[in-house]
Nanobody, 116 residues
Framework: QVRLVESGGGLVLPGGSLRLSCVVSGRVFRDYAMGWYRQAPGKERELVASISSGYATNYADSVKGRFTIFRNNAQNTVSLQMNSVKPEDTALYYC??????????WGQGTQVTVSS
């Protein structure tokens, strides 16, 4: 069973920066693509950034050029550097594998609120 613990969220001003972190345990981390997902109130959860086991990255158009995803296989962590944040980035952010395994659980997420 994979255990995911996200952290680093908070309240940030528009145009500011934030770095999210996720610690993963329970599987051989380095073998899996990992991603950051987010869910805003009243909306579906969406994948915003992913990084393969070979460190190839992909981003949703809405965050391209502003967010960067990293992974550290030695520490079993995946991080999301968020720059130039916008109010529409406000959401609960989660990490998980890409794709998400059938029956996989989610962590508690970390709340990001972009507001002046």
């Amino acid at each position: 069973q994979v255990r995911l613990v996200e952290s680093g969220g908070g309240l940030v001003l528009p145009g500011g920066s934030l770095r999210l972190s996720c610690v993963v345990s329970g599987r051989v981390f380095r073998d899996y693509a990992m991603g950051w997902y987010r869910q805003a109130p009243g909306k579906e959860r969406e994948l915003v950034a992913s990084i393969s086991s070979g460190y190839a990255t992909n981003y949703a158009d809405s965050v391209k050029g502003r967010f960067t995803i990293f992974r550290n296989n030695a520490q079993n962590t995946v991080s999301l550097q968020m720059n130039s944040v916008k109010p529409e980035d406000t959401a609960l952010y989660y990490c998980n594998t890409v794709p998400v395994f059938n029956g996989a659980s989610w962590g508690q997420g970390t709340q990001v609120t972009v507001s002046s």
